[in-house]
């Protein structure tokens, strides 16, 4: 893919890559509503804004790697205070995963709205390509400023989609989603930024971040861990308990916007925004050397665990997904707290691997009611026969989040346990052991129902008609699922990027990496 980007990437300078990353979506969604009588355009606007979109960011890929950091300064508001954009990894590895994910959602979408007979099709493709346009804005911002703005206009965009079907449930899950996600922006993510900006002079993201632990303008723990507080809480994408409540809620919505809202978007926005506020505000080394982060690492392992345990008892499928979702999380929140470069890496890869589990997870759960209208895990019995390729999937799926080999999700289990025992949090390590466990009490069981218990109503000597998705549900299941796999294999290019991140100390980072990247990792290059 590298090979075959290089001459789009010389054409171009990165500023106007970039340009064209955050402009692409928005003139989709202005394109979108031209060819509202006409679906087959309508979709195809979609489908070619979605791949030219992946297309500039796949080309900023290896300028990434080559290590240079593109800008771009749109506005100074104030001196200081500025909307400026700039491409660092960890925000590289964001916007890969949503531009390209972007493109099997709208195949599916294209299948799921089709095949349900929704309606709105025209403005839920309006909305998601705006959604994008935020997402693309958010992953590249180059402050804190840029990041608010970007975040406030994110959940702006998803809000009609979560109130898609305009029932009364669907109102009522919008009213929770606005006034959990802005009422912890307002009240507590912009005083976040406020206090930053007055403590430090700054809002811009820095390489071992900006926040001082130590000489004249040192500023004492309580404080650093309040001002945390403030961050983790006011991000309530990130749905850490107690703000979480968002997103059970949120499940009324059409299934591919669940599946923006649990893989190429919403929740990863903000996980993402606190690993970069982690490395590149406070800084590995501040957090660890004050002990700020303590507080963090216990909350968060108690959310892994707890949300897991609530998924157990949820029947309804995408409940339950949902609740698995407020888990792994918090994985990435804990990999943050820990605050040591294996903890880092493994969190932003569990971004990566996350996404593309459960991206396949809500496909299938999409695809089985499109099919059968089926919602309840207690409704699931046999239902593996009818539809064989969608169950596999799933289970493929499953054993990525379970995180066993040879699936994607094994290698971010790997470094956010080795991350725990570098930053000696080792009981952090035994709840990432704990919860893959539960993640099987609370998947398996529903891959058990579907391809081992009868038919009901079926006779069992009698072959099962096969009755899955349409075939545009099914393209993008297989995509997803084979992703699983494949960044198992394949999970260098990531590694590189993430490497290529600075915590300020490039030697601890490197050591702390080095001997443990799988089948030829960089660090033994």
């Known amino acids: 893919m590298l090979t075959s980007l290089t001459s789009l990437t010389q054409a171009y300078t990165s500023q106007e890559l970039i340009i064209a990353a955050l402009l692409i979506p928005a003139v989709a969604a202005v394109l979108i509503p031209v060819f509202y009588k006409i679906p087959n355009l309508r979709e195809l606007v979609t489908l070619v804004a979605a791949v030219a979109l992946a297309m500039c960011t796949w080309s900023l890929y290896p300028r990434i790697l080559a290590g240079e950091v593109p800008e771009l300064k749109v506005w100074e508001v104030a001196p200081g205070l500025e909307l400026a954009f700039k491409i660092e990894p960890l925000g590289m590895l964001f916007a890969l995963i949503a531009s390209t994910l972007w493109i099997v959602n709208s195949i599916y979408s294209i299948g799921y709205m089709r095949g349900n007979n929704e309606p709105r099709q025209t403005q839920f493709y309006v909305c998601f390509a705006v959604a994008l346009s935020s997402t693309m804005a958010l992953a590249f911002s180059a402050n804190l400023f840029t990041m608010f703005l970007a975040y406030e206009a994110l959940t702006l965009s998803t809000y009609p989609l979560v109130t898609h079907k305009g029932t009364p449930e669907a109102m009522k ?27 430090t002079g700054s809002m811009d993201f820095t390489a071992g971040g900006i926040i001082p632990a130590d000489g004249a303008n040192a500023l004492s723990p309580l404080v650093i861990g309040g001002l945390l507080a403030l961050f983790v809480f006011g991000i309530g994408k990130a749905a850490v308990m107690p703000m979480h409540f968002w997103l059970p809620a949120a499940m009324v919505a059409p299934t591919p916007v669940s599946a923006l809202l649990h893989a190429v978007a919403v929740v990863k926005a903000g996980v993402f925004s606190i690993l970069k506020v982690v490395v590149y505000i406070f800084g590995i080394e501040t957090l660890s050397s004050t002990n700020a982060n303590a507080w963090i690492v216990y909350l968060a392992s108690f959310c892994v665990l707890l949300a897991s345990i609530i998924a157990m008892n949820q029947d309804n499928l995408k409940a339950r997904l949902a ?33 593309f589990a459960k991206i396949t997870l809500f496909f299938c759960a999409g695809a089985i009611y499109v099919a059968h209208h089926k919602t309840e895990v207690s409704e699931l019995d046999g239902i593996g026969k009818k539809m064989p390729l969608t169950m ?38 035994a709840v990432f052991m704990i919860s893959s466990l539960l993640n099987i009490a609370y998947l398996m069981p529903i891959v058990s129902r579907a391809f081992f218990k009868p038919l009901p109503g079926h006779p069992e000597d009698k072959p099962v008609a096969i009755a899955e998705a349409p075939t545009a549900c099914l393209i993008a299941i297989t995509i997803t699922m084979l992703g699983c796999i494949a960044l198992f294999f394949y999970v260098n290019p990531a590694l590189e990027l993430i490497e290529m991140v600075d915590l300020g100390n490039r030697t601890d980072a490197a050591s702390a990496l080095n001997g443990v990247a799988p089948t030829g990792g960089t660090n033994g290059r």
């Open 173 to 199: 899950a919008g009213r929770v989603y606005m006034m959990l996600l802005i009422g912890t922006s307002m009240v507590l993510f912009l005083p976040a930024v406020i206090l930053t900006w007055a403590l």
């Open 392 to 429: 596999f999937a799933f289970m493929i799926a499953t054993l990525s989040i379970i995180g066993l080999p040879p699936f994607g999700g094994t290698w971010s289990k790997w470094f956010l346990a080795l991350g725990s025992l570098d930053a000696n949090y080792q009981f952090a390590c």
């Open 323 to 355: 609740y698995s979702t407020v888990s792994q999380l918090s994985y990435i929140v804990l990999g943050a707290a820990l605050a040591s470069a294996a903890s880092i890496t493994g969190g932003a890869l569990h971004i990566l691997m996350h996404a």
